[in-house]
Nanobody, 119 residues
Framework: QVQLVESGGGLVQTGGSLTLSCVAS????????VAWYRQAPGNQRELVAR???????????NYAKSVEGRFTISTDNDKNAVFLQMDSLKLEDTATYYC?????????WGQGTQVTVSP
């Protein structure tokens, strides 16, 4: 199973920016899918952004409608890292954010990092 360590959460004002980082225990380039999810209190965990490294279709990226145009997911193969750049943050972006990978059919989760957006 892939070990994931997240960082970068914190408190930010509405309209501000944060960058979340997730370092994996194996090469990101060899992992089928990497993603960020989030979960707010009382809500189900939801997909925020995902990169899939498909064999036939290549690399695809998708975002939740609520973050499209504001958030950007990216990877750095040299650092075995996945990033989530979050801009124009809104109150409703407040949640615990989790890094997620699917590797050889197995799902791994990070421990979560809290993002709080204040008025």
């Amino acid at each position: 199973q892939v070990q994931l360590v997240e960082s970068g959460g914190g408190l930010v004002q509405t309209g501000g920016s944060l960058t979340l980082s997730c370092v994996a225990s194996k090469s990101i380039s060899k992992i089928y899918a990497v993603a960020w999810y989030r979960q707010a209190p009382g809500n189900q965990r939801e997909l925020v952004a995902r990169i899939i490294n498909g064999i036939t279709v290549g690399r695809t990226t998708n975002y939740a409608k609520s973050v499209e145009g504001r958030f950007t997911i990216s990877t750095d193969n040299d650092k075995n890292a996945v990033f989530l750049q979050m801009d124009s943050l809104k109150l409703e972006d407040t949640a615990t954010y989790y890094c997620n990978v699917v590797d050889n059919g197995r799902v791994s989760w990070g421990q979560g990092t809290q993002v709080t957006v204040s008025p």
